[in-house]
């Protein structure tokens, strides 16, 4: 059976009650939706912190995870390297085709950076051997520039010029293990990269230092011929009160201001959009909107806690929305995927729970793709979007979208008008027959999946 005790899970269709042992429900990776198999709309990925790191600790407990390595290596190097056999066993049973991963999540920190990335080497040897036998790619690496503890005040953006250098260095040895692996993207997600109080905080200083970070790091990237798309993942607090990717719009706003919006796009989180106040759909379409989506972490939170839980995604609307927005993009960005950035619940400690949590998981988004997929086949969405803006279609609101409308016209046309024959004009949105109809959709296309 392998390392894990668990046999490859399998597509099983819907039954009349639970399913009996593992096996998914919607997610049939070679089933064609709209044109393109479920696989290669969705591009699952799993994030090896969370999977293969993550011992299920909380702000009020320590970890209750059980690990089919666990008290088998005394080594931290061993270890690492036995989690890569573990790792790739994993993806081919799940039948993912991508994992994630940050530099320190796979090696383990030496004394100098000389010695960590020796360590690190080590680890991306064993992973590329097993790229290179399993078929299993690389939807992107990271760096993280926020765990160890000079980090306190940030990376690119801290007030000490060493720890700025150090994070240059570290960022450096990423990008080249990213080209090496053959990432398809890079994320920089700045965990630190905020503030906790501006009476101290150089707010303006520490953004254009975080730009010139990023600019030496395209630099080098085109430097050594790497080819992987750059992504940012906006977060609006955790750790800090205040994070400079707050949201979307701010990420986009500052990659404007410091002319790198031609060099990156967004990586998005249900998770974190909930922290900005956004939905992840919200975030999904301001992306899309300005020509940055990129990929998808896939998590939901609770919304009863309103903090960064990473719980696996569940919510059938949520999913609904998202490859909703994904179908009428016609893809998760140019090389993205749905990366489950996501780990189990406390009380789910077995390892046979991290089967089950991605199978949900997985599931959740397979059912969101088809009722999208029903949905644009009606044009739902579409005909009640293109109704509510029709009166600017001709007439005088045709001249507004043409460009040739001026106040002076639009008084002209307004000045007599009488009242009530603007509220004539004004359709109810129906809203709530809207969302219900979403509902039937949900219940429909899933009834006969």
């Known amino acids: 059976m392998g390392l894990w005790d668990i046999d490859k899970i399998e597509y099983v269709g819907r039954g009349n009650g639970p399913v009996e042992g593992l096996g998914f429900q919607y997610y049939d990776a070679d089933k064609v939706v709209a044109g393109k198999k479920m696989k290669d709309w969705c591009?699952?990925?799993?994030?090896?912190?969370?999977?293969?790191?993550?011992?299920?600790?909380?702000?009020?407990?320590?970890?209750?995870?059980?690990?089919?390595?666990?008290?088998?290596?005394?080594?931290?190097?061993?270890?690492?390297?036995?989690?890569?056999?573990?790792?790739?066993?994993?993806?081919?049973?799940?039948?993912?085709?991508?994992f994630c991963f940050h530099d320190r999540d796979i090696a383990p920190e030496g004394e100098t950076l000389r010695e960590t990335n020796a360590n690190l080497d080590k680890v991306v040897d064993k992973i590329a051997e097993n790229m290179e036998s399993t078929g299993v790619k690389l939807l992107w690496n990271t760096s993280s520039l926020f765990t160890n503890a000079r980090f306190v005040e940030g990376a690119a953006t801290s007030p000490n010029a060493n720890v700025y250098a150090y994070a240059a260095a570290q960022l450096k040895k990423s990008l080249e293990i990213g080209k090496r692996l053959n990432g398809e993207n890079y994320v920089f997600w700045g965990g630190r990269e905020g503030y906790e109080n501006l009476w101290v905080t150089d707010m303006?200083?520490?953004?254009?230092?975080?730009?010139?970070?990023?600019?030496?790091?395209?630099?080098?990237?085109?430097?050594?011929?790497?080819?992987?798309?750059?992504?940012?993942?906006?977060?609006?607090?955790?750790?800090?009160?205040?994070q400079y990717d707050f949201d979307a719009a701010t990420a986009c706003n500052f990659l404007r201001a410091y002319d790198l919006i031609d060099t990156f796009k967004l990586n998005l989180e249900g998770n974190h959009a909930n922290l900005a106040g956004h939905t992840y759909q919200h975030e999904i379409r301001v992306a899309r909107d300005n020509g940055v989506l990129g990929s998808l972490d896939a998590n939901q939170g609770d919304m009863l806690l309103g903090w960064d839980l990473d719980e696996f995604?569940?919510?059938?609307?949520?999913?609904?929305?998202?490859?909703?927005?994904?179908?009428?993009?016609?893809?998760?960005?140019?090389?993205?995927?749905?990366?489950?950035?996501?780990?189990?619940?406390?009380?789910?400690?077995?390892?046979?729970?991290?089967?089950?949590?991605?199978i949900a998981g997985m599931d959740t988004f397979?059912?969101?793709?088809?009722?999208?997929?029903?949905?644009?086949?009606?044009?739902?969405?579409?005909?009640?979007v293109a109704n509510r803006y029709s009166t600017f279609d001709s007439g005088i609101g045709e001249t507004?979208?043409?460009?040739?409308?001026?106040?002076?016209?639009?008084?002209?046309?307004?000045?007599?008008?009488?009242?009530?024959?603007?509220?004539?004009?004004?359709?109810?949105?129906?809203?709530?027959?809207v969302k219900a109809t979403i509902n039937n959709y949900i219940v429909d296309a899933l009834a006969n999946a």
């Open 204 to 242: 303006k200083r520490e953004q254009e230092h975080m730009a010139k970070f990023f600019h030496m790091c395209a630099d080098y990237a085109k430097e050594i011929g790497m080819g992987a798309q750059f992504l940012i993942e906006p977060k609006a607090k955790e750790p800090m009160t205040h």
């Open 400 to 433: 507004v979208e043409n460009g040739t409308a001026t106040l002076a016209s639009l008084n002209d046309y307004a000045i007599d008008m009488p009242q009530s024959k603007i509220l004539e004009s004004v359709k109810p949105d129906h809203l709530e027959d």
């Open 313 to 358: 995604p569940t919510n059938l609307y949520e999913a609904t929305s998202v490859m909703w927005e994904v179908l009428d993009e016609g893809q998760i960005g140019p090389h993205g995927g749905l990366n489950f950035d996501a780990k189990p619940r406390r009380s789910s400690f077995a390892a046979e729970d991290l089967f089950r949590a991605h």
């Open 366 to 384: 397979a059912a969101g793709l088809l009722v999208a997929a029903k949905m644009h086949e009606d044009r739902y969405i579409e005909d009640l």
């Open 43 to 98: 591009r699952f990925g799993v994030a090896w912190w969370h999977t293969f790191d993550q011992e299920l600790v909380d702000p009020f407990g320590v970890g209750t995870a059980r690990r089919p390595w666990d008290g088998k290596y005394s080594d931290p190097m061993d270890n690492a390297l036995a989690k890569v056999d573990y790792a790739f066993e994993f993806f081919q049973k799940l039948g993912v085709e991508y």
